[in-house]
């Protein structure tokens, strides 16, 4: 296979002889030498996109087994297959740390349930393996593998496969994301309104959907894979596409891990369903119709914990809670997940700009500032759930916590930036797709 690749971040090269084949160097990973692309051994840092994966009118000229394996596999896995067909050998993981590293690891998981847990920190502790490290340790915790008979080689086996495919290239919608989701979900499973009255299913729904609910996310958004004719958005007509994907890839790693194959057909179709009701409740776009939801139920007074589906209502809203608290955290790692959120945007951006697409809404950078984005961000999509949170937990110390947090950040932002006026790029996007009905 010719292949000629770039050194740069963001640039395109062409390979075949018809030139359809286009490439994207997300990252600075990959080196020119000779015909051979040499990847960074960095675990999990697979830095190819592969833009036939983002536009399915440029297949001809492969072989069908080839258009199969795309097919069958999600980007990262694909990635990782075409690596390994052509002869470049797997990334080799430092699977021995310091000991040093486990105690302090080990150390942070017994205040797992703290909200100033730092997953940036305790990511480099468990050497990047922080989703893993952690749902082993809250299905423990939470006494999961014995109710559920799990085999422990095939929930490794699972949890593994889950976070290899989050993108480690991805500055934001990667595997310390889900382990972040995970954290946040935890704490609120852990709120006194909630914690008597769930099953371990429950809680087993629970942190699964949030340790998968990015799962292969590419990194573009919605937008993104329709104008681009992706697959995907045909697959699923495009309307929760990413958060479809998420689902059905993780149903794939279920099945393929065999992890629930010794329970009863029923229950793990159960299990399939209650997690894409979970995931597909990430929907940004849906946003005000969970909240109507929730505000409806919390003005009524008519929530009973004690009904299954009540239940699954408040995991999806903690779920969608925790997917979006990256600003009810403390400054110092708020800021950081703004600056990398901010960054795949921009990287969006620079993608649309090069293939002379329209650039999305806020993924201009030289028009749309960090803390803009971030006040938009926090006004339009977080306080309002926020504060129903706040009303559903009565207030509890937690809540509390999150909201002077997010005051605070707010604040912050300001300071950077003088307050945006209503018709934000952000608000303009959140009522669109409501009108439209596709995000
Ligand atoms: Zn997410």
Not at 137 to 159: E, S, T
Not at 287 to 310: G, I, M, V, W
Not at 335 to 343: G, H, K, L, N
Not at 377 to 389: A, C, D, G, K, Q
């Amino acid at each position: 296979m010719s292949c000629l690749m770039v050194e740069r971040c963001g640039q395109i090269s062409f390979e075949g002889p018809d030139q359809n084949a286009i490439r994207v160097h997300m990252l600075g990973d990959g080196r020119l030498r000779g015909q051979t692309v040499i990847l960074s051994e960095r675990r999990g840092s697979y830095p190819l996109i592969d833009l036939r994966l983002l536009n399915n009118t440029t297949q001809q000229g492969e072989t069908g087994s080839r258009r199969k394996l795309k097919r069958l596999l999600s980007f990262q896995r694909y990635c990782h297959a075409s690596r390994l067909l052509t002869g470049l050998s797997p990334h080799t993981s430092l699977h021995l740390l310091d000991d040093d590293y486990h105690a302090q690891a080990g150390h942070m998981l017994s205040k797992v349930g703290t909200w100033n847990f730092d997953i940036f920190l305790f990511d480099r502790l468990t050497n990047g393996n922080s989703l893993v490290t952690l749902m082993c340790h809250l299905f423990n915790v939470y006494g999961l593998i014995q109710h559920f008979q799990l085999d422990m080689v095939k929930l490794h086996r699972f949890l593994g496969m889950v976070q290899e495919d989050y993108h480690s290239q991805n500055p934001y919608h990667n595997a310390v994301h889900a382990a972040d989701v995970t954290q946040a979900m935890y704490c609120y499973l852990r709120e006194s309104k909630l914690a008597e009255l769930l099953t371990p299913l429950d809680m087993f729904l629970a942190l699964m959907a949030a340790a998968a609910h990015d799962v292969d996310h590419p990194g573009v958004n919605q937008p993104f894979l329709i104008k681009t004719k992706h697959h995907l958005a045909s697959l699923y007509q495009n309307t929760s596409v990413l958060e479809s994907h998420h689902w059905r890839s993780t149903v794939g790693m279920l099945r393929e891990s065999g992890l629930l194959s010794h329970l009863p057909p029923e229950e793990t179709q159960d299990i399939e369903h209650q997690l894409g009701s979970l995931i597909l409740a990430t929907d940004i776009s849906r946003q005000n119709e969970f909240l109507s939801r929730f505000r409806a139920h919390l003005d009524q007074q008519d929530l009973n914990l004690e009904d299954t589906q009540h239940r699954h209502f408040i995991l999806q809203i903690a779920l969608k809670c925790a997917d979006i608290c990256n600003p009810c955290r403390v400054w110092e790692l708020s800021r950081q997940w703004s600056e990398r959120v901010c960054e795949e945007f921009y990287r969006q951006g620079d993608l649309e700009r090069k293939f002379d697409l329209e650039i999305s809404p806020l993924c201009n950078q030289q028009s749309d500032s960090v803390s803009a984005i971030q006040i938009g961000f926090i006004s339009y999509i977080v306080e309002p759930l926020f504060e129903e949170w706040m009303r559903f937990t009565d207030g509890s110390e937690l809540t509390e916590s999150m909201m002077g947090h997010l005051r605070k950040n707010k604040a912050r932002w300001r300071q950077l930036r003088q307050e945006p006026q209503p018709g934000s790029p952000l608000q303009e996007e959140v009522e669109g797709a409501e009108d439209s009905g596709t995000p």
